[in-house]
Each structure stands twice: as structure tokens, then as C-alpha cells.
């Protein structure tokens, strides 16, 4: 399966989330059996923001991902294209700031913020190349940018039952705890679709961004992406660091920590 078979406008899947967004949080703890928590807490710690600085959560939804750095007193804007997400996320939390955007089309200034972090998103993007050089914009030169995204599990049997989950258990766990069973199919699908650690990290690389690394997390489940944006961001800087970046991917795995 590849992502056009997937067959939704950007705006049929706001629509999607915005119908799901009431208990998205409970549900997704649900469906991963409490890891959700653990894989966030471990991106927090790879963007290691600090007091003073500005962090954009893209796809930030109702604002889960964006409350540590909030309660951190850091500057942290949540981003996302759901306007029911937005609209959860800011009852909840009136200090944090929601604003709504398109991933791909960013309504940021060049050089904003010190950190970008996506988790679990940018699947769901349309064209989530051009979202990873327009976070490359956005973020400022020497920033960070962290992506937590589900991956492919490394071992091969582990591999077939988490496919087997995905495809069978988690629509039919959807159908009794979510308010849109529906949402989580197409969700599932668009896992199994999604490229594996070492494309996603090649994306990277060709948008820009140097010093790719990624850590498996959960046997593969989910893998964090870490990167750094060229000291040198002009233009001219940006496709030297892209050309310094030849061969195959199997090459960058020296640097890759797992």
C-alpha cells in the first residue's frame, strides 16, 4: 500500500479529527496501551528545550504534546490544521497557545523557533516532505528538530503481530471506545503505509537538515528522528548540505543511534 491509496484531501482528514478530537487522548492511550505517555516523555527529553526558549509542536492536536514544555515556563506554540482539536486543547489549557496552520504552508516568520517537534503527524500530512523543509524554515539555524512517528518494528515476528494488531485488533478495540471508528482504520492504514526508519531519515537529510540520527523505541513501534539545521541556512548552504549527503541510506547508519 502506498500513501495515494490512502485517498483523503487535507481536508477530509481535518474533518476526520476534528469528529474524534473530544476523547482522542483517552482513545490513543487505549489503543497503545499506556506507551503513548512514555514516547512523549521521551521526545520532551531529545528537544531538551529550556526556559527562554521557543519551541513549535506541529500537529500538537488538543495540546497533550505541548504541556510539558508549558509547564517547563518555556514558550511552546501548539499548531495544528484540526480546528476542533485546537478548540479542546485551548479549554483545557487557556495558557498555552493554539494556532491553527497548515503544515506545509507554515504561518511563521524564517528563523522563529529554537526547536521543532512533530509526534505522531506527520504521517497525516499530504506532501510531509515540503512540512519537513518548511519546519527547516521556521526553525532557527543550530535549532533542533525531533519527529516521533510510528515506524517498522526491527524484528521480524514482532513485526507480523504488530501488523496483525493494527489491521484487526485496533479497529475492533476503535468500534467500542471511539466516537469514529472509522478514523482509527484509515489510521492504521496509514502506519502500515508509512515509510520505515531509514527513508524517513533519507527525507530528512534531502530537505536539509544534518546530523540525522533516530532511536527505536518499543521494538520499532515508533522511532524518534533527531536532527540540527545548518548553521549556514541560506540557500546556497542548504544544497551543500543536501549534496554532502551521497549514497544510499544503509550508508547513514553508521551515525544512526538506535
Not at 515508533?222 to 550508508?251: C, E, W
Request: aromatic fraction near 8%; charge should be positive.
Amino acid at each position: 500500500m502506498n500513501r495515494a491509496s490512502l485517498d483523503k484531501r487535507p481536508d477530509e482528514v481535518a474533518t476526520m479529527f476534528d469528529d474524534v478530537a473530544p476523547k482522542y487522548d483517552v482513545v490513543n492511550d487505549v489503543l497503545s496501551m499506556g506507551q503513548t505517555r512514555r514516547w512523549r516523555k521521551v521526545v520532551v527529553e531529545a528537544v531538551a528545550a529550556r526556559p527562554g526558549q521557543r519551541v513549535l509542536d506541529l500537529a500538537a492536536g488538543t495540546g497533550t504534546s505541548s504541556e510539558p514544555y508549558a509547564d517547563a515556563g518555556i514558550d511552546v506554540v501548539a499548531c495544528d490544521f484540526s480546528l476542533g482539536m485546537l478548540k479542546v486543547g485551548k479549554r483545557r489549557r487557556p495558557d498555552i497557545n493554539f494556532v491553527a496552520g497548515d503544515a506545509t504552508n507554515l504561518p511563521f516568520a524564517d528563523n522563529s523557533f529554537d526547536a521543532s517537534t512533530i509526534s505522531f503527524g506527520l504521517r497525516n500530512v499530504n506532501e510531509p516532505k515540503k512540512a519537513l523543509a518548511e519546519m527547516l524554515r521556521v526553525t532557527k539555524p543550530g535549532g533542533k528538530l525531533v519527529i516521533a512517528e510510528f515506524s517498522q518494528p526491527v524484528v521480524p515476528l514482532w513485526r507480523t503481530m504488530y501488523t496483525e494488531y493494527l489491521m484487526r485488533a485496533l479497529p475492533a478495540i476503535a468500534v467500542k471506545v471511539a466516537s469514529n471508528p472509522d478514523a482509527y482504520v484509515y489510521l492504521a492504514e496509514s502506519i502500515r503505509a508509512w515509510p520505515d526508519q531509514d527513508n524517513l531519515a533519507a527525507w530528512l537529510q534531502e530537505s536539509g537538515w544534518e546530523g540525522v540520527t533516530y532511536r527505536n523505541l518499543t521494538g520499532g513501534i515508533v522511532a524518534i528522528h533527531r536532527a540540527t539545521k545548518p548553521l549556514d541556512s541560506t540557500p546556497d548552504g542548504a544544497a551543500s548540505a543536501i549534496a554532502a549527503h551521497k549514497g544510499p541510506v544503509a550508508k547513514l547508519r553508521r551515525n544512526i543511534t538506535r
